[in-house]
């Protein structure tokens, strides 16, 4: 697959369920009896008895453990469609010094790492928004670590922020292979059956939600590499229902995973049960931005039925150019290994694409790829930009009160938070204003840090050129520029700049994830952040080349001169940005400000490119790296103007420069520039005004640019 691709293979599916009969299929919910593939079998019928002891090779029942035994623990009648169940446990968490859950002794039977299917039906009452909440994170069925309790052999579990179900188990290479559903699929009271499936011939992970009725709300599932990931990681702890445990209770336990509510009918199955479902998405292509040169742009999805006697029907990609129009489709051609391909043909530069996944299999079963494409209108996007051009251009230049703009073609939309402001600290020949990212005490701290959102801000190949003051370089993780590819992340950054622990310490560091595992490429400085950066103007230039797959990173000093220079190789291109670019910090946890560290300092004159333009990836050597500028003067714009204009110009080296306004008489009228000024692009404003600040009358006049031995007039009209 083409470097242009980035390949998910994380992939949650929104299903239509329709009745279709498949030969042998399983009944799913129960009441169930044991087989010689039941591990554990809970029915609550008025106790705690595990009907597959004898076949599982587990303990005889469950164990109740309660603050307040008596009370927080009883069995209910099931009722109308749930009738057949019997009675169900009621786990009362409704206080949070009720501490109530069951768990089951640990057994060989009970450390799964083949195939398996897990079920439980839950009803769960309440939940909690966030980590403060003991309530947060519910679990329904955990086997929890040895060392951390969230690092289990398996979990099944609902999330309360976003109202979400997530299944999974951990790796011993510290790998979280999990499958969630979309938000807000979970309703507090209403029973539901969580059926998680680990299949290891096919290599996909998935879960199942039916409501009490047994319709179908949800299927998501994952498909994970087994040539890279490993089995899932036994442990020596209870499986725990209702809470998520600890190495030993109160010790290292977690604080927010009480289930208040009904558990019933939980099985452990070593085997993949054969239940009716929608096709199982394991792969597929989601485009980053692409070219407007490319004349298309190919796909692949990989999907087979869930029930192995089905059979895939078609498998179609759906685009539009806009967020309103019908949505045009290409119907993609099976190949080998359930794989099918296609391709979108060429959109028109600076477009926005949408597009999403349908598969349907022989059973009328569908799966949509986003999970909720067609039920929500979520679709999955990407630009079409021009190439070798600048993507973001700040230059905090419209203070000391008015709000920053993105001066590039792109536009992006700026914010600033309620503490922003300027600061007239900034670098020799950087212009007027800097950015001066100083927290605050109290729940406004750090809120002045600025975000640009953009879709033309996702690249595969960058240029991030800008200048830092630093107050303090000396905490680990601070962010000062961060292009995440989430809006809730700190990491997975399309690219980052920040202080992070190196070395010799807290040094400058540049980073980009790889689209394949998620890993960081990482460049560091040599020399402490505190001697480097602090109270000292930097140049800093980030640079990643899709060509031949360097990535650099330069420092220079407040002259331009280098200072540092380190160029590593990767080939696989980076993770594409999804969310705002931030400057000044990375996202934080509101009940925690300083989680993740924000920077403390000034910064200046940000500016980005989709294309490797500072050179210095090209396989220099350090004597060469200077940034590759040349001597230019644009034509003003607007030409003609009325009552200001801008001029831009280029210069290629730390000297002085001199801008000067004449009219056709040859006469000066206004100096706008006459000192040192940085190498790099550079804009300046004239308002219509004489030396003496006066305003001139309307006609022609002409700009000079003098730097070095270089010289440039250009024309211009002003009108009144």
């Excluded at 442990?235 to 209770?249: E, F, K, M, T």
């Excluded at 359930?338 to 600076?350: K, S």
Aim: hydrophobic share 40%.
């Amino acid at each position: 697959m083409k470097s242009l691709m980035r390949i998910f293979a994380v992939v949650a599916v929104f299903c239509f369920y329709s009745e279709q009969a498949f030969a042998q299929l399983d009944t799913l919910g129960g009441p169930y009896t044991p087989d010689a593939n039941t591990v554990l079998l809970l029915h609550f019928d008025n106790n705690l008895t595990n009907a597959a002891a004898t076949v599982g090779k587990t303990a005889a029942s469950a164990v109740a453990h309660s603050t307040n035994l008596a009370n927080k623990i009883s069995y209910i009648s099931q009722t109308g469609n749930m009738s057949p169940l019997g009675k169900a446990i009621r786990i009362d968490n409704s206080s949070i010094n009720d501490s109530t859950y069951l768990t089951v002794r640990d057994t060989a039977a009970l450390d799964m790492q083949g195939s398996w299917t897990i079920e439980a039906w839950a009803n769960i009452f309440t939940f909690g928004s966030g980590s403060s909440d003991y309530r947060w994170v519910p679990r329904v069925v955990m086997k929890p670590g040895d060392d951390l309790f969230w690092h289990p052999n398996y979990w099944c579990e609902m999330w309360g922020d976003s109202r979400t179900f997530q299944v999974g188990f951990y790796t011993p290479t510290d790998q979280f292979i999990s499958t969630s559903s979309p938000v807000n699929m979970f309703v507090p009271g209403e029973w539901v059956h969580l059926t998680f499936i680990r299949d290891t011939a096919r290599a996909f992970v998935a879960c199942m939600v039916h409501d009490a009725n047994k319709t179908l709300r949800g299927f998501f599932s994952q498909g994970y590499d087994k040539a890279t990931t490993d089995l899932p990681k036994t442990n020596s702890q209870d499986v725990h229902i209702g809470w998520a445990g600890a190495i030993s209770l109160g010790v290292n336990g977690s604080g927010d995973s009480w289930l208040d509510g009904f558990v019933d009918e939980v099985r452990i199955s070593n085997k993949v049960r054969n239940f009716s479902g929608p096709p199982v998405i394991q792969k597929a292509t989601i485009l980053p931005n692409q070219k407007s040169t490319l004349a298309n742009y190919p796909v692949s999805i990989t999907v087979f039925p869930l029930a192995a006697t089905g059979s895939m029907s078609t498998v179609t990609l759906y685009y539009r150019a806009d967020t309103v129009s019908a949505f045009s489709s290409v119907s993609l051609s099976s190949g080998a290994n359930n794989t099918w391909t296609g391709a979108m043909p060429q959109q028109a530069g600076g477009k926005v694409i949408q597009y999403y996944y349908k598969t349907v299999d022989n059973g009328s079963q569908i799966s949509m790829l986003p999970a909720d494409a067609v039920a929500n209108k979520t679709y999955y996007s990407f630009a079409v930009y021009t190439p070798n051009s600048k993507v973001l251009d700040v230059t905090f230049e419209e203070g000391p009160s008015g709000k920053p703009i993105d001066h590039s073609t792109n536009g992006a939309i700026i914010k600033t938070l309620k503490d922003f402001k300027y600061s007239t600290d900034r670098p020799t020949g950087g212009g007027n204003y800097a950015l001066d990212v100083k927290g605050g005490n109290g729940i406004n701290i750090d809120s002045n840090w600025v975000e640009a959102s953009s879709p033309f801000l996702a690249v595969e190949e960058f240029t991030l050129d800008t200048w830092i003051k630093a107050d303090s370089a000396s905490t680990h993780a601070a962010r000062i520029i961060i292009n995440p590819t989430a809006e809730q992340d700190w990491n997975n950054a399309n690219f980052e700049l920040s202080f992070r622990s190196g070395a010799p310490g807290v040094v400058l560091t540049a980073r980009y994830w790889r689209n394949t595992d998620k890993s960081a490429i990482v460049l560091q400085d040599t020399v402490l952040g505190t001697t480097r950066f602090v109270g000292k103007w930097v140049h800093v230039i980030l640079e990643r080349n899709a060509t031949n797959g360097n990535f650099a990173m330069v420092i220079r000093d407040a002259n331009d001169l280098l200072l540092f220079k380190q160029v590593k190789n990767d080939p696989i291109p980076p993770l594409m940005a999804g969310a705002a670019l931030r400057i000044g910090r990375s996202w934080f946890d509101i009940t925690n400000q300083y989680y993740v560290s924000p920077y403390r300092g000034l910064i200046d004159n940000v500016k980005v490119y989709n294309y490797p333009q500072a050179g210095i990836t090209a396989g220099v050597g350090e004597e060469q790296a200077g940034i590759l500028h040349e001597f230019s003067l644009s034509q003003n714009y607007p030409n003609p103007f009325n009552p200001t204009t801008e001029i831009s110009f280029s210069i290629p080296a730390f000297q002085n420069v001199s801008l000067v306004i004449y009219d056709v008489l040859g006469k000066q009228v206004k100096t706008l520039v006459n000192e040192q000024r940085h190498a790099g692009e550079h804009r300046v404003t004239w308002n219509g005004t004489n030396n003496s600040g006066s305003k001139v009358s309307s006609g022609v006049y002409f700009f000079k640019l003098t730097s070095g031995n270089f010289t440039q007039v250009r024309k211009m009209m002003m009108l009144k």
